[in-house]
């Protein structure tokens, strides 16, 4: 059924460090999947994480 947990594991160690820093939790929205990918595979490609933040921030944080 799964063949990894790269994805699982880091969404459950970035959630662990949300929780423990008070800010909430990242959970991406189902229908902005895509959008999420693009702005992760921009900040690969750039090294730029300013608009993935900004993204992640504006629809992704619960709790804050």
Request: glycine content about 10%; cysteine-free; aromatic content about 10%.
């Amino acid at each position: 059924m799964f063949l990894d947990g790269n994805k699982r594991v880091a969404n459950l160690v970035a959630n662990k460090e949300m929780i423990r820093l008070g800010q909430g939790i990242i959970a991406i929205p189902v229908e902005e999947i895509g959008t999420y990918f693009t702005n992760l595979i921009n900040y690969y490609e750039t090294g730029d994480n300013t608009d993935l933040k900004n993204w992640l921030y504006k629809t992704s944080i619960d709790g804050i």
